[in-house]
């Protein structure tokens, strides 16, 4: 059968349905805590860099191993960040030099005293270092020491108790 169209008819057939456009993200919302929570816990986060640290076999007897004493060079851990060293032994009554922990400060007395040994003794591995922490210097001059004789590659390196000769050295003013 046919229709008949009428004005009205023809209207509604212009006219067009319109609904609404709106998108619930309730649920996005959750899924994306989802997937963070699943990447924080199943990636592995920064690992810990820890540096190997020697410490000499104590039973052994090693007052028969000979250094020369142009080959050492012992740093002492003062407060407020300062460092005072010297060279050979204390027993000579070595001059002591004062000098901080900025990187053209005790860096640089490190690589002077490696090229002078490297240049004497024909290699830099003969270069010890003798590092003796104080009381009143802190957990991070130690650190900071230390990675500071792994930038300059020194491959010698002790960390002893500060004695009562040090100690005397610590006190005087220069």
Known sequence: MAEIETKRSAEKKKRFNRKSTRVDLTPMVDLGFLLLTFFVFTTTLSEVKVMDLVMPYDKVDTAKDQVCESCVLTVLLDKDNRIKYYEGAIENNPPVKETGFAPEEIRTVLMQKKANVERVRGSGDQFILIIKPSAASSFKNFVDI?????????????????????????????
């Open 146 to 174: 230390t990675d500071e004789v792994t930038i300059c590659q020194i491959k010698k390196y002790y960390v002893d108790e500060i004695k009562d000769a040090d100690k005397k050295l610590l006190l005087k003013k220069y």
